[in-house]
């Protein structure tokens, strides 16, 4: 085992986009693990939007990572040194950690992968943990999406974005996708069945969504928040539904953003607006990965993975999910399992 | 019976405030019901904030009046003439009608009062035909109200408002309203039994509402929208609560309203924001009559009315609204039944 722990520090709080001086990437010794805790290496850590929540100190869904603490990450690791009888040595577990190649975890935050054939355990571990059972959960429990309804996504070329529409086409829902290169449009829209793809950085949105969706809005998946949501609200149908997943539109802003423009139309056509969590659904991820297990195998979905080498590239990586550069899951690889 | 009919109808789209040549009061021949109709005379005009968004051509959940047709109003009146065998002349009825003393009534939008008593037709109509109804269906079962959580209700001398502190307080929840005068303020605390009333003219809403909900909100009925809605969506519990009724602060805007700040709130605490109209519920008004009814007459529920004299005053009458100016529903008489 190499003596060297390297890791990823939060020093300051970013202000508007992340910056090189937000963390800082440490050498520190490998942690000891208490009874009943045990030590893992890190395999692959996922990057994802709510990244920047944490190491913001806005009103959030837990704690913001504090200041010189690691920073926090999901994980997926392999045991190297175990107090407890239900992670041995060399076993595969994922959960919540920090973005170092050692680390400490516990039972609470950190569970067994299992036997995740025949998906490889990148594949599971970039679809099972977080991003699938958000499309699932969000679409499905929240969305409530009915056969020959309008489903709109935002992000939708982005890790859960692609599978929400997916999802909606399972369901027999009319889907339209909002993504930003015409490389995104193609992809969801030839390769995975999206009925309309609208590039909203060269199309004028209002315009183009209500070409679109000409029996308007039953369900919007909102992942970004801003003008998008503003341009959704207007077309929504009575008694539609907005699950809120992400607001990455803001997540950078330094000024106090505004709620959409279009707000009284929650009233007007009395809509619902609900935010979640994946983490809020913990007890029913099996019916998840089940489900989506079972329709990866059937061919009915698929998956997208952005995966970029080494943990010293963390920083620079994470930055493009604010730019929309990525496509698909966004991952750093340490080491393949 | 007169020869002629007072008759309220819009000129023109009001922009900010309701000014005096939005309508025109005109003189004109009574109409003739056809089969199946019935003609009716105007005992009560209810004057809801609604009334300015009908108004309008901003987005809402019925068609607006059409420019130079009869003002809408939610009425109560006397059959003086029938072609229709569930409505004999002198019967007492209500619904939708118009800003007149005679119009015709159809059975899809006005209904037979029935037998009030003991309450009077005119608290039976002020209480019963929407305000009670709306407080009924808006706090119970869109905000869920549980024994012991808090609910928040912005306009709470209002005629829905009022209502809602009072039912919430039935249920066992500490119940804190938001009014604009001292008198409202103590009208709701010591009358009514709120445990907190906020002046928002005169106090620091973010800073009191703080004060006042110590374990944060649960439940908050928005009648307003606006810095209020602020305010308590940065105070919601986790998996809060917002009926969406009324957005009253920015029905008079002459520019684009933005939404809320604190929007992220929803996703982070995982609210739900929901719209309703009174309208949807219309199938179970029998429930929320009988409950309310038994309520009021247990002394558990008080209402005030705030009753003008005279058709030729509604247009004055009607702008109390939006200026806080008036206390607890609001309404026309021309004629006592």
């Known amino acids: 085992m190499s003596e060297v722990n390297r890791i990823w520090r939060l020093r300051k709080r970013p202000v508007g986009d992340i910056t090189d001086d937000v963390l800082s990437f440490e050498e520190e ?48 690791g392999t045991v190297v040194k175990s107090h407890h009888p239900d992670y041995a040595e060399g076993a595969i577990v994922s959960g919540l950690g920090v973005w170092a190649d050692y680390q400490i975890g516990t039972p609470q935050i950190v569970s067994p992968m299992g036997d995740t054939r025949p998906v490889a355990v990148v594949d599971a571990f970039s679809t099972f943990t977080i991003v699938g059972p958000t499309a699932y959960f969000g679409l499905l429990d929240i969305g409530e999406p009915k056969e020959g309804e309008t489903v709109v996504v935002s992000a939708a070329a982005g890790a859960v974005g692609s599978i929400v529409g997916q999802v909606a086409k399972i369901k027999g829902c009319r889907v339209v996708g909002l993504a930003g290169t015409n490389e995104k449009c193609a992809w969801i829209q030839d390769d995975l ?28 998946f909102d992942n970004v928040g801003g003008e998008i949501l503003d341009a959704c609200l207007k077309l929504m149908n009575f008694k539609g539904r907005i699950p809120t997943c992400g607001l990455i539109s803001q997540y950078n802003a330094t000024e106090p953003v505004p709620g959409p423009y279009n707000y009284a139309m929650i009233l007007m056509q009395r809509l619902r607006v609900e935010g979640f969590i994946v983490l809020d659904f913990a007890e029913r991820y099996p019916e998840a990965i089940a489900t989506l297990g079972q329709w990866m195998a059937e061919g009915k979905i698929k998956v997208r993975t952005e995966i970029v080498d080494g943990l010293e590239n963390a920083l620079q990586t994470v930055k493009k999910l604010y730019t929309g550069a990525n496509t698909g899951k966004l991952m750093i690889r340490v080491k393949d399992v």
Chains 1, 2 share one sequence.
Do not use: H
């Open 29 to 76: 010794s490998i942690p000891e693990p208490s009874e009943g805790a045990f030590l893992f290496r890190l395999n692959y850590l996922s990057l994802d939007p709510t990244n920047r929540i944490w190491m913001s100190d806005m009103d959030q869904y837990m704690p913001p990572v504090e200041l010189d603490a690691p920073m926090r990450g999901v994980v997926c």
């Open 193 to 220: 069945g999206f009925d309309v793809a609208i590039n909203y950085r060269t199309e004028d949105v209002p315009k183009t969504l209500t070409a679109a969706c000409p029996d308007g809005i039953d369900v919007y």
